[in-house]
């Protein structure tokens, strides 16, 4: 089984601040990870994800994340946000293909409100 | 077209009453999945397809929960009996293989009352 803990309800910060979106995971298998944005009334939609390689992890909207598995965790980061970026954020996990996990549905956390101060 | 539909966006029902969800996939994917998403907490699963087969439904949360997908391409997720803690949205999601992407839908928030 897997699960997500995302350390943060609502984080706010000012336009043009940086800012660092935390989450840890758990699980008995591996896993691969993925961030994703909703903005109200929408869908997901994905920022980024892991699958392997590099830990540093690029993704759409100027958003890195960077996975250590040492410490579970897959936080998220942007050097400097813009009122655009206010949004709900969520961390998510999904079992490798052929973990033997015999499920391959994604694992959310609780989600991070992001609001941009302008 | 060109990503997930979902209908209707938007439902309102009585509690006893019993609804459905429909889920338009993108073209080719054969695999979908379905979530809920209660006020303030992330999507949870609820049950997958590969193709017209319904792999996984552990997650759906009593058997007044049912989905389908007879010929392998839309969804629909019935809801009989409708109760207040049924409130929440309803993301589908496909991908072209269990093991790739999945794109999500708008959702459809229902709320019973």
């Known amino acids: 089984a897997q699960s997500v803990t995302q350390l943060d309800s609502q984080v706010p910060v000012f336009e043009e601040a940086p800012v660092e979106l935390r989450c840890n995971y758990s699980?008995?298998?591996?896993?691969?990870l993925f961030w994703y944005v909703q903005y109200p009334n929408q869908g997901l939609q994905l920022l980024l994800k892991?699958?392997?390689?590099?830990?540093l992890v690029k993704g759409i909207n100027g958003f890195e994340a960077e996975f250590n598995k040492s410490q579970t965790s897959f936080h998220l980061r942007k050097p400097s946000v813009h009122i655009s970026d206010t949004a709900e954020y969520f961390c998510?996990?999904?079992?490798?293909?052929?973990?033997?996990?015999?499920?391959?549905?994604?694992?959310f956390g609780k989600g991070t409100k992001l609001s941009v101060i302008p | 077209g060109a990503g997930v539909s979902q209908s209707p966006r938007y439902k309102v029902a009585k509690r006893g009453q019993d609804v459905a969800l429909r889920c338009d996939p993108i073209?080719?994917?054969?695999?979908l999945f379905w979530y809920q998403q209660a006020l303030g907490q992330g999507p949870e699963f609820l049950t997958y397809?590969?193709?017209?087969?319904?792999?996984?439904k552990s997650g759906l949360p009593s058997d007044r929960f049912f989905a389908e997908r007879p010929e392998g391409s839309v969804s629909t997720l019935k809801i009989q009996r409708t109760q207040q803690e049924d409130s929440a949205v309803y993301l589908c999601?496909?991908?072209?293989?269990?093991?790739?992407?999945?794109?999500f839908g708008p959702g459809t928030r229902l709320t019973v009352t």
């Open positions: 999601a496909s991908s072209a293989t269990l093991y790739y992407e999945q794109y």
């Open positions: 699980s008995s298998v591996s896993v691969y």
């Open positions: 892991y699958l392997s390689g590099s830990t």
């Open positions: 998510a996990v999904r079992p490798f293909r052929g973990s033997g996990a015999g499920s391959y549905q994604l694992t």
């Open positions: 073209s080719g994917h054969v695999s």
């Open positions: 397809f590969q193709n017209e087969a319904q792999l996984d």
